[in-house]
């Protein structure tokens, strides 16, 4: 393999901003494809649009399988990257790509062969919407393949520090598939499974384009299950850490549920607009992840430091941006979500809680970059479960067995994040995490 000069990695905001904008575009471009395909599968009625939700649960887990995939590989093709080596990052990019062509082969089969069980799980029984759910998962996860191969295609490009190109590969096809969806829905007369096939055309497309700039790249393709075994034990950890997330969300919203359908109600509104703003903060994780990681396999340490205090004041200074906005909408932006008089009140009673999180959060999805992408992946791991199950859930259940209401609920999502960030100063500070070198 061809090795060349280091790439200098800057910390200007301008570098960092130019790789963060065009992942934020990458991020969002989901979402934004599964809101039109909720808004033309709405229009064939109650069944299949509760058969769509069911549906498209499982393939959005299929879809963060990929992100874990997409992380890992960002932080070692950066760290080869930087050794100056682009031909070793980009190999890094065969192997997980290798690994999330295999699994999500098993997806696929596993969704053909079981499909009909599961929706029926999922729903809590046989019915009309099982039977749809399960017609649409079977034509769906025939795109889970090109799927995971497009999240690990992300994962290497980033890590080379080549933004354009994911642009490209997954916002075209996603572009597709929108037009696609009603054309196949409508038209076409296919209804529920036209939306699945055009989803799988979008996601087949997309893992076909990142397969090609695999090949075009000249290096070798042949497995290598060593590389593969290692990316394997940076992922399980990654799983792990998004497991310990999974199951704090799940209970906040179960707890939030016993308060009365109005507390869920606005805890679902707050809650989804957190998301939103953890997917813009996720861009600029990204982009520490990628400079990071160049910056540290380089052998350059003093310049990784400096990125992550960098990236820090700008997650926090985005996180009040937010904070300010969010804020100055708290009588206006619970009325887009609902017209219920009391779903209102009780989000009034989490706003400022969620007010308080933004810059607090901003500092922390920063330093989440900085750790994944120096491949410190197995104490986020640790950290996440130890303040997951040691602070958020017992704060979360203990609001509800003294009736503390969703404030209660939103005051532990506080301590959770307030406890990771004490984390993850703590480490950066200690410098453990700035190990240099083409491998961690």
């Known amino acids: 393999m061809s090795t060349t000069a280091a790439p200098a990695v800057t910390a200007s905001p301008r570098r960092i901003a130019a790789l963060a904008l065009p992942a934020l575009v990458v991020l969002a471009a ?14 064939l009625g109650r069944v299949p649009l509760a058969a769509l939700a069911v549906g498209g649960t499982v393939m959005t887990l299929t879809a963060w399988v990929g992100t874990v995939v997409a992380y890992g590989t960002t932080g070692r093709s950066a760290r080869r990257f930087g050794a100056g080596d682009r031909a070793a990052a980009v190999a890094e990019g065969v192997q997980a790509s290798w690994l999330a062509l295999a699994t999500g082969v098993l997806v696929a089969v596993a969704i053909g062969i079981g499909g009909g069980a599961l929706a029926r799980t999922l729903v809590g029984g046989p019915g009309e919407v099982a039977d749809a759910a399960a017609g649409w998962l079977r034509v769906a996860a025939l795109g889970a393949p090109g799927l995971l191969l497009a999240a690990a295609g992300n994962g290497w490009l980033r890590g ?86 999974q199951a704090s969300f799940l209970s906040a919203t179960a707890v939030a549920a016993r308060f009365g359908a109005a507390a869920v109600g606005a805890h679902q509104i707050a809650v989804q607009l957190w998301f939103f703003t953890v997917l813009v903060l996720d861009a600029l994780a990204i982009a520490a992840q990628s400079l990071v990681g160049a910056a540290l396999g380089g052998g350059d340490a003093a310049a990784a430091r400096f990125l992550a205090r960098r990236v820090a004041l700008l997650g926090g200074l985005c996180g009040v941006a937010f904070a300010v906005l969010i804020a100055a909408g708290a009588g206006l932006v619970p009325s887009w979500f609902s017209s219920d008089p009391q779903v209102r009140e009780q989000a009034m009673t989490a706003w400022p809680w969620f007010v308080a999180l933004q810059p607090i959060g901003g500092v922390v999805f ?18 996440t479960i130890v303040c997951a199950f040691g602070g958020f859930l017992p704060a979360i259940w203990l609001a509800y067995a003294f009736d503390l209401g969703l404030g209660g609920i939103w005051a532990g999502l506080t301590l959770f994040v307030v406890l990771r960030l004490a984390g993850l100063l703590l480490r950066t500070r200690s410098g453990a995490w700035a190990v240099t070198g083409a491998v961690r």
């Open 30 to 43: 989901e979402p934004l494809y599964v809101l039109v395909d909720t808004a033309v599968v709405g229009h």
């Open 160 to 245: 080379i520090q080549d933004t354009r190109r994911p642009l490209l590969f997954v916002l075209g096809p996603n572009l597709l598939s929108a037009v696609l969806c009603p054309l196949l829905v409508y038209p076409a007369g296919l209804g529920l499974v036209g939306s699945a096939v055009a989803n799988a055309i979008a996601q087949t497309l997309s893992g076909v384009l990142f397969a090609a700039a695999l090949v075009r790249e000249r290096v070798s393709l042949r497995p290598r299950p060593r590389v593969i075994g290692q990316q394997l034990v940076l992922s399980r950890d990654l799983l792990v850490r998004g497991v310990a997330f």
């Open 366 to 383: 920063a330093l989440d970059g900085v750790l994944i992408g120096a491949g410190d992946v197995r104490y986020l791991r640790n950290l």
